[in-house]
């Protein structure tokens, strides 16, 4: 019996596409200090970085870095190990990541994500912020979109200062490649009208707006918000979620679509299963309580049907397999999913057999209908 991932590949010839993978990370090989060539001479002086080796070179104080999940370690390492080679560090040589996930799994688009900067809305000064996400933007676009067409990209904005991200959106939206907006999480929920100008700036340039788990949760002072401090990785790891419930949340009832209809927003790596009862819950409240936001006009799930996608990974794995079935039908998966691997992460979903549970024609709406649908041209 033929598979949906075997049927895909099967007619990779006339629809010139295959599989699109909505989440990729590349790394820089010698981590920000890759960026360094990206900057002006008064920024690398001002970060301390690109500058001679001298007796403070040792120090970590004078080391290039952004806050990152170093007090969450998985212990068994966050990469796959096959994803590096020889003298390269895992998802650093995009030749060796497009021999490798691309051609070997036959994914004919995958969008990065940053793997270096998930952490830039936690940092304090907007500018060091803002200038870090410029650098990486034309990094990646030299070193990746240029390399191999089959790469998309996701321009890096720093949230904090909504005037700096709106120049920088449109400094690089039109630039070859370019697919959506990265948006680094920050302490200030989405829906709230701090991010209103970034808003305004995707929907003028048709380019959703992506976020994505910072490494940063509950950690640093400017970090997104969990309901508490987790102790260990596997409980940070596993309470992600609610991160992305709040944000979910604040942008249904703070009515962000009914202000920005064109708006289109991704919650990549965010978990799925927890959609069905946040849409519920509001669906129900909002029949009695919607006197208090007159400006959501319809339905809450209603919105994020149109306008909000999830990306599938980790995928879920209920004990029985008629749950996952029941639980896309809960959800309105052949809408709202779209397929992703997370290349080269410890827990990547690879596509010959993420899906599998699946009716083989939602899997092709996961890996490839759905996102064409949604990302439009710039996919093409």
Known sequence: MTTAYEAIQADRQETKLAII???VHPYMDKGLATLVPYMSKAWQQRLGIGLSDDWAAGYATSQFH?????????SSGGMRGDTARPGMAPATDPAFTAAQLLDGRGIDRAILLSGHLLGLGAMPDP?????IAAAYNDWMC?????????????????PQDPELAVKEIDRVADRPGIVEIFMPLHDILMGEKHYYPIYEAAQRHGLPICVHPSGTENVYARAPRMAGTPTYYIEWHALLGQIHQANTASLLCHGVFERFPELKVVIAEGGIAWIAELTWKLDADWHGLRD?????KRHPSDYL???MRFTTQPFVEPPKRQHLTALMDMINAEQVLMFSSDYPHWNYNDPVNALAGLPEDLQRRIMFDTPREFYGDRIN
């Open 21 to 23: 993978d909505s989440d």
């Open 66 to 74: 952004l806050p990152l999940d170093y007090l969450y370690i998985n």
């Open 127 to 131: 500018q060091v912020a803002a200038t």
């Open 142 to 158: 030299e070193r990746w979109l240029q390399f191999d067409r089959r790469y998309r990209g996701g321009l890096v904005i720093a």
């Open 292 to 296: 208090e936001i007159p400006w959501v």
């Open 305 to 307: 049907n149109s306008n």
